[in-house]
């Protein structure tokens, strides 16, 4: 299994007060520990709004937990090139916008995304509901590679999302107790009607501020709406999109 989405809050590096919210620590030993027998073989470890733009914890996550895994980070908005590309080295292979946190200026996101994918092939990942996808088409149709966390959130833009999805877009089936979707089953079955490549599973782990943090039962959702493509879904299409998909497995 290849998890795409995973938070580690590790307590030797700073947080910082979201919303009035500070996360308990996640260390990669507690994830470990929380997935053991899954057959965990490589992931994404995901900066959380709370983390501002700190690289030291992303770096110090990605050493420890080995070549198979990646980061998908943060940026100020004057990060340099070089910057970027040591962060590349590092593993980084994506950045994140978080909209449902904060305010983002549209033409800064769009220019830095840009940047990021020139440099190192970066895709940029949205967390953002899916009622705010129509008003970022000017964005998508600017970025050759993007990714939308959670399924969307809700199901009050599911078509758009699909027609995205239609387009090359990536959607990552994590953190469903984040969302207001009542038949996540239904959700990712469309999804994956429109294309198989495009589910990437994902534990969401710690799960900070869910209504509920993943279950083992998430798993069971997955393969009853996915059928044969249940691999894929569970590592394979997130391997190819990280660009982990090498003989050895190193990203």
């Known amino acids: 299994m290849f998890d795409a989405h995973v938070h580690i809050i590790d307590p030797r590096f700073p947080v910082v007060e979201n ?3 500070l996360p308990e620590p996640f260390t990669v030993a507690d994830y470990r520990a929380r997935t053991a027998g899954f057959g965990v073989d490589g992931g994404a470890v995901v900066t959380a709004s709370y983390q501002g733009t700190d690289q030291n914890y992303l770096k110090a996550a990605l050493e420890e937990l080995g070549p198979s895994w990646v980061g998908v980070t943060q940026m100020e908005l004057d990060t340099t090139d070089e910057s970027i590309l040591e962060l590349d080295r ?62 969307g959130m809700s199901t009050r833009g599911l078509p758009y999302l699909l027609d995205l999805v239609d387009r090359g877009v990536r959607v990552k089936a994590t953190g469903f107790g984040r ?42 959702i997955v393969a009853d709406a996915v059928g044969d493509d249940f691999d894929k879904v569970m590592g394979g299409n997130a391997r190819a999109w990280y660009r982990c998909d090498t003989p050895d497995g190193r990203c």
């Open 90 to 151: 590092a593993g980084v292979r994506a950045v994140r916008f978080n909209l449902r946190r904060s305010a983002t200026d549209v033409k800064l996101l769009t220019k830095q995304a840009l940047r990021a994918y020139e440099l190192a092939g970066w895709h940029a990942e949205f967390y953002v509901d899916a009622t705010l996808l129509l008003s970022l088409e000017p964005v998508f149709a600017k970025l050759p590679a993007v990714c939308i966390d959670h399924l």
């Open 19 to 21: 919303h009035g919210y």
């Open 179 to 220: 969302t207001t979707i009542e038949n996540v089953g239904d959700v990712l079955r469309k999804i994956h009607a429109v294309n198989p490549e495009a589910l990437m599973f994902g534990t969401d782990l710690p799960g900070s501020r869910s209504r509920r943090v993943f279950q083992d039962s998430d798993i069971d």
